[in-house]
Nanobody
Framework: QVRLVESGGGLVQPGGSLRLSCAAS????????MSWYRQAPGKERELVAS????????NYADSVKGRFTISRDNAENTVYLQMNSLKPEDTAVYYC????????????WGQGTQVTVSS
């Protein structure tokens, strides 16, 4: 059974930091690119950051470059999102995503964790 379980969300003041974790199970973790998406109320879900299966390549949305860092531990089947200098506009539900590009393509989602940036 495939599971992606996010944790680490919460309420933080502007300028603060949070680290999100996503624990994966039920599939070959290192064979999947991992990503974090977010969805704010009334907005579409957007890609925040992604990392290749080997961890050698990362990609970030322009809005988070220089503030967020995605990383993964293939031994622990976990992907992280370190979020620094948080802004109110970072408030959203953050989702973990796993994608295998090789055929057959597979995509899995976590249940999401709420991040609220407010004073």
């Amino acid at each position: 059974q495939v599971r992606l379980v996010e944790s680490g969300g919460g309420l933080v003041q502007p300028g603060g930091s949070l680290r999100l974790s996503c624990a994966a199970s039920g599939f070959t973790f290192s064979s999947y690119a991992m990503s974090w998406y977010r969805q704010a109320p009334g907005k579409e879900r957007e890609l925040v950051a992604s990392i290749a299966g080997t961890g050698g390549s990362t990609n970030y949305a322009d809005s988070v470059k220089g503030r967020f860092t995605i990383s993964r531990d293939n031994a622990e089947n976990t992907v992280y999102l370190q979020m620094n200098s948080l802004k109110p506009e970072d408030t959203a539900v953050y989702y973990c995503n796993a994608r295998r590009f090789a055929v057959p393509v597979r995509v899995y989602w976590g249940q999401g964790t709420q991040v609220t940036v407010s004073s």
